[in-house]
Each structure stands twice: as structure tokens, then as C-alpha cells.
């Protein structure tokens, strides 16, 4: 059984920068696609970006890849994503997700395990 546990959310103002670590423990952690969701109140669950954990091989949702970056420390199972030069759009619960597979992001719908989430809230 795999289990993700997300952390590093928190407040910040705009302009400000955030890393969200996702921390996978359980079922092993090869060729598994590693991707980060977001959800606003009202709104569907969002793909931010996914790696792939044999080749840290990236992908990300076209509004999100200036200012997002994906990355893994393979050797301790985390996977990051960096935040800059927020907005309060970005304003969201976060989750790490994971399934097999390909690895092009996608519908949060193709992913089997999730974390609990971390909060970020943007403000001016």
C-alpha cells in the first residue's frame, strides 16, 4: 500500500515563493509517475506537473510551468515542487499523486493513490 504525505504549504503574500515536498513510502517507488494536483473551492481538482522516478522525465499544465518546477530526490522517496512569484490564483489545496504508467500529467481521474494535501493560500 502506498502512502503520500504532503507538507511545506502554508500562507504567504503575492510574489512570494513556496515548496511543497510529497514524501512516498510503501509499494516501491520505481517507474511510478509522481505528479502534483491542485484544487480551489468550487473548482475541479487541476494537474500542476508530473516526473517520472526512473528518469525524472517532467511535464507540466501549460499555465504552470514558468513559475512551477517538479522535481525528486530519488534516494529519499520526495518529490518537490518549487512555487515562485505566487499569485492568489494559486490560492489551492495541493496533492501528490502517483499511479503507473505513462507519465504525461493528465486527469487526476488515471491517478490510484493520493496524499491528505497542503493548503496554500496566496494574499495581497
Known amino acids: 500500500q502506498v502512502q503520500l504525505v504532503e507538507s511545506g504549504g502554508g500562507s504567504v503574500q503575492v510574489g512570494g515563493s513556496l515548496t511543497l515536498s510529497c514524501v512516498h513510502s510503501?509499494?516501491?517507488?520505481?517507474?511510478?509517475?509522481m505528479a502534483w494536483f491542485r484544487q480551489a473551492p468550487g473548482k475541479e481538482r487541476e494537474g500542476v506537473a508530473s516526473?517520472?522516478?526512473?528518469?525524472?522525465?517532467?511535464n507540466y499544465a501549460d499555465s504552470m510551468k514558468d513559475r512551477f518546477t517538479i522535481s525528486q530526490d530519488r534516494t529519499k522517496k520526495t518529490v518537490y515542487l518549487q512555487m515562485e512569484n505566487l499569485k492568489p490564483e494559486d490560492s489551492a489545496m495541493y496533492y501528490c499523486?502517483?499511479?503507473?504508467?505513462?507519465?504525461?500529467?493528465?486527469?487526476?481521474?488515471?491517478?490510484?493513490?493520493w496524499g491528505q494535501g497542503t493548503q496554500v493560500t496566496v494574499s495581497s
Open positions: 499523486a502517483t499511479k503507473s504508467g505513462a507519465c504525461l500529467l493528465g486527469h487526476a481521474s488515471v491517478y490510484h493513490d
Open positions: 516526473i517520472f522516478t526512473d528518469n525524472s522525465a517532467t
Open positions: 510503501g509499494y516501491t517507488y520505481r517507474a511510478k509517475c
